[in-house]
């Protein structure tokens, strides 16, 4: 079953538990889908891989929203947010640690045969597209910095 496939099955029992945040967090997620579905050269086909990276943008999306209205005093409009990034971060994979994001750079960067700052380029390039979901690009860029340094 795809992402899209369980969203749309996961709206269905949202609706019959009366569960208000998660239908309306997964209502987002399905239109973003189905916009990206549409878009030109899409072939009305949507990837888990290109699923798995819309579902990050929404949950990044989401805690920085909720962090702006932490910062400006509303924890109401905060809470709400948190808790719909949080259903967008429940169908994303767990996320590694720093212990496995660490050996999963060093594979990478093994196998590119990078060895120095210069080649940071071609490590980034193949591990956020094998870490996407996984891991945050901030985080992976800062390691990939100190590996190579």
């Not at 369980?6 to 945040?21: C, E, F, L, T, Y």
Request: aromatic share 4%; charged share 30%; net charge neutral.
């Amino acid at each position: 079953m795809t992402l899209f496939d369980q969203v749309s099955k996961d709206i269905v029992a949202a609706m019959k538990a009366k569960d208000k945040v998660r239908l309306q967090a997964l209502r987002n997620i399905k239109k973003y889908f189905i916009e990206a579905k549409t878009a030109p050269g899409a072939n009305d086909t949507l990837s888990d891989e290109t699923a798995m990276k819309i579902l990050a943008k929404l949950a990044k999306q989401g805690r920085d929203t909720a962090a702006l209205y932490s910062e400006q005093n509303r924890p109401d409009l905060a809470e709400e947010e948190n808790a719909q990034a949080a259903v967008v971060e429940s169908y994303l994979p767990q996320p590694l640690s720093a212990e496995e994001l660490e050996a999963a750079l060093k594979e990478i960067i093994a196998a590119v045969g990078a060895e120095g700052p210069k080649d940071m380029g071609k490590v980034m390039g193949t591990a956020t597209k094998q870490l996407a979901g996984k891991a945050d690009g901030k985080a992976i860029s800062a390691k990939v910095k100190e590996l190579l340094g």
